[in-house]
């Protein structure tokens, strides 16, 4: 199976690091993982098998505004597609009040 975790990005810890266990477990089963981060903060190692996407753009933050989402959610559902067309997604996990609001 193929999932995607989305997640605000990996600087913090419990939320980020719950994520990148689950997908480090999912991956060492053998199934598709894609995590994506809606900005482009890693201060956490990623397991082998785990391909990472970013939303933002080279040029930095999208902010945490009313525009700023429906920016990170425009470039999240292009993002997405890419990734379904390319394998199949079975499931699609995201967490935090920020992600989540961008990723419904």
């Known amino acids: 199976m193929n999932f995607v975790l989305v997640v605000t990005n990996l600087a913090g810890g419990g939320a980020e690091r719950a994520m990148l266990n689950i997908a480090s477990l999912l991956a060492g089963r053998g199934h598709g993982v894609d995590l994506i981060l809606l900005e482009q903060r890693v201060e956490h190692a990623l397991a082998a098998g785990i391909n990472l996407h ?4 080279p040029s930095g933050r999208l902010g945490h505004g009313w525009l700023g989402k429906r920016i990170a959610a425009w470039r999240l559902a292009r993002l997405w597609k890419q990734i379904d067309a390319h394998r199949r997604v079975a499931l ?3 967490t935090l009040p920020y992600c989540d609001e961008v990723v419904r």
């Open 54 to 57: 970013v939303v933002t753009p």
């Open 92 to 94: 699609t996990i995201s």
